[in-house]
Nanobody
C-alpha cells in the first residue's frame, strides 16, 4: 500500500508565495518521477511541474520562472515552491508520483487527494 500525503495549500494574495509538500510512504521499492498537476474549476487537469530521479525538471509555460520543484529523496518527498502567485494559479493541486513497489513489478502512477490553492485579494 502506497500513500501520498499533501499539505501546504491555502489562501494567498496575488504576488504571494506558497509551498506545497507531498510525502510518499508505504511499500516502496523505487520512486521515479514526481510531479504536481492542478485542476482549476471547469478546466481539465494539467501538468504544473515534474522532476525525474536524476533531477531533470519540466514546467508548464505558465509557471516557468515562478515555480520550482525541489525533491528530497531521503524523505520520499517532493515540494512545489510557488512564487509570484496569480489569480490564474487558483486550483486544486495534486501530487503525482511514479512508484515501483517491487523490483519485478512495473512502476505505476499514484495520486494524492489534492490540496486547494486560492489566490485572491
Amino acid at each position: 500500500q502506497v500513500q501520498l500525503v499533501e499539505s501546504g495549500g491555502g489562501l494567498v494574495q496575488p504576488g504571494g508565495s506558497l509551498r506545497l509538500s507531498c510525502v510518499a510512504s508505504g511499500r516502496i521499492f523505487k520512486i521515479n518521477a514526481m510531479g504536481w498537476y492542478r485542476q482549476a474549476p471547469g478546466k481539465e487537469r494539467e501538468l504544473v511541474a515534474d522532476i525525474t530521479s536524476d533531477g531533470s525538471t519540466n514546467f508548464a509555460d505558465s509557471v516557468k520562472g515562478r515555480f520550482t520543484i525541489p525533491r528530497d529523496k531521503t524523505k520520499n518527498a517532493v515540494y512545489l515552491q510557488m512564487n509570484s502567485l496569480q489569480f490564474e494559479d487558483t486550483a486544486v493541486y495534486y501530487c503525482n508520483v511514479n512508484i515501483q513497489v517491487r523490483s519485478w513489478l512495473n512502476a505505476i502512477a499514484y495520486w494524492g487527494k489534492g490540496t486547494l490553492v486560492t489566490v485572491s485579494s
